[in-house]
């Protein structure tokens, strides 16, 4: 994607899975990475991967649910790179496994994944949003997922914890309009990935990789989405739409 090169893409959970997947594009499309993970080790190689593409990389290991963890991260990267233009709010926790219904679901466990899939994305978004205002430009885009849209018995906390980041991502988006920042999020569709083995592992058809559903990302971030704000994309149709008029 034209465009992308020399600019900071902060990424959260960005050691495993999509997050991981994201960096790698990111990467290889000239962007400066800012990641964060809660597994320090898993990140620190995803750091030396990137490196090895020539991707100038800051990584810091924290719970960005946790403020104090949120205000080292962006510090960090804004000490490295001046800046944030792009923010992917990436990390998310699945809870209990297998998931119970509500009926049964542990109040802890509710609201951890509460706190890690909602509160974080709002802590990490507020702390980076004042100044893509002040520049008058950023790209912000969540991660969400099927479960966020309809709901499904046995989705428990996370699909609820994927309905409140839409309505999160609606309301900034709502917020900054007219502002140059946007806000849009994507559902990356069903992937092979641990967190889908752990939701749904007696899985028995084809799932897409991680790297395979990166394309609008990659987009959203670019000036070519600059006039996109509020919207919702399946990043699996993307693709599909994207190679068919290729």
Same mark, same amino acid.
């Given at each position: 994607?034209?465009? %992308?090169?020399?600019?900071? !893409?902060?990424?959260?959970?960005?050691? +495993? @899975?999509? &997050?991981?997947?994201?960096? *790698?594009?990111?990467?290889?499309?000239?962007?400066?990475?800012?990641?964060?993970?809660?597994?320090?080790?898993?990140?620190?190689?995803?750091?030396?991967?990137?490196?090895?593409?020539?991707?100038?990389?800051?990584?810091?290991?924290?719970?960005?649910?946790?403020?104090?963890?949120?205000?080292?991260?962006?510090?960090?990267?804004?000490?490295?790179?001046?800046?944030?233009?792009?923010?992917?709010?990436?990390?998310?926790?699945?809870?209990?496994?297998?998931?119970?219904?509500?009926?049964?679901?542990?109040?802890?466990?509710?609201?951890?994944?509460?706190?890690?899939?909602?509160?974080?994305?709002? %802590?990490?978004?507020?702390? !980076?949003?004042?100044?893509?205002?002040? +520049? @008058?430009? &950023?790209?912000?885009?969540? *991660?969400?997922?099927?479960?966020?849209?309809?709901?499904?018995?046995?989705?428990?906390?996370?699909?609820?914890?994927?309905?409140?980041?839409?309505?999160?991502?609606?309301?900034?988006?709502?917020?900054?309009?007219?502002?140059?920042?946007?806000?849009?999020?994507?559902?990356?569709?069903?992937?092979?990935?641990?967190?889908?083995?752990?939701?749904?592992?007696?899985?028995?058809?084809?799932?897409?990789?991680?790297?395979?559903?990166?394309?609008?990302?990659?987009?959203?971030?670019?000036?070519?989405?600059?006039?996109?704000?509020?919207?919702?994309?399946?990043?699996?149709?993307?693709?599909?739409?994207?190679?068919?008029?290729?």
């Amino acid at each position: 994607m034209d465009g %992308l090169s020399g600019k900071t !893409v902060m990424i959260t959970g960005a050691s +495993r @899975g999509l &997050g991981r997947a994201l960096a *790698v594009a990111f990467a290889q499309a000239g962007a400066n990475l800012a990641l964060s993970a809660r597994g320090e080790t898993a990140l620190r190689t995803v750091k030396r991967e990137l490196e090895e593409l020539g991707a100038e990389v800051e990584a810091v290991t924290g719970d960005m649910s946790v403020s104090r963890d949120v205000e080292r991260f962006v510090a960090v990267a804004e000490e490295a790179f001046g800046k944030i233009d792009v923010l992917i709010n990436n990390a998310s926790i699945l809870g209990p496994s297998p998931m119970p219904l509500l009926l049964d679901y542990p109040e802890a466990d509710f609201a951890e994944v509460l706190r890690v899939n909602a509160v974080g994305p709002f %802590l990490v978004t507020r702390r !980076v949003l004042p100044q893509m205002l002040t +520049r @008058g430009s &950023g790209s912000i885009v969540n *991660v969400t997922s099927e479960a966020g849209n309809v709901g499904y018995a046995g989705w428990g906390a996370y699909g609820i914890s994927k309905f409140a980041l839409e309505g999160l991502t609606g309301t900034w988006a709502d917020e900054v309009r007219g502002t140059g920042v946007r806000v849009n999020m994507v559902d990356p569709g069903e992937m092979d990935t641990d967190m889908h083995a752990l939701a749904v592992p007696d899985c028995d058809y084809e799932l897409a990789q991680p790297h395979e559903v990166t394309d609008v990302f990659l987009y959203l971030a670019s000036d070519e989405a600059k006039e996109i704000n509020g919207q919702r994309y399946s990043a699996q149709e993307f693709a599909r739409e994207r190679r068919g008029g290729a």
